[in-house]
């Protein structure tokens, strides 16, 4: 009798959604932002804000590339809103 081969599935691809920097935004903007969109409590929200801030870039958060994709989606659809220029992309996770 033959042994069934082992199938193994592949894990699908995983995407860092990343706010970037700009002299523009209101922080307090970019905390309703993360607060709204990626249910983050407000200390964790504040910690995401201080390192776009500083760095030039925060991860909000990595989720499979149909959820990034639609976070991504949200966050310019807010900003272009309440016009501003905040950008929001997604990058491949290691």
């Not at 081969?5 to 706010?19: A, I």
């Not at 002299?23 to 407000?42: G, K, N």
């Not at 989720?63 to 949200?74: F, G, L, M, N, P």
């Amino acid at each position: 009798m033959l042994a069934e081969p082992e199938v193994r599935t592949k894990r699908p691809p995983f995407f860092k959604v990343v706010l970037l920097n700009d002299d523009f935004t209101p922080m307090a903007f970019v905390i309703q932002v993360l607060e709204s969109i990626f249910r983050m409590d407000h200390e964790k929200a504040m910690r995401i804000m201080l390192e776009v801030h500083t760095a030039g870039r925060g991860i909000c958060g990595i989720y499979t590339r149909d959820i990034a994709a639609s976070k991504v989606e949200q966050v310019v659809n807010l900003a272009r809103e309440h016009q501003h220029p905040l950008a929001c992309v997604m990058e491949e996770a290691p």
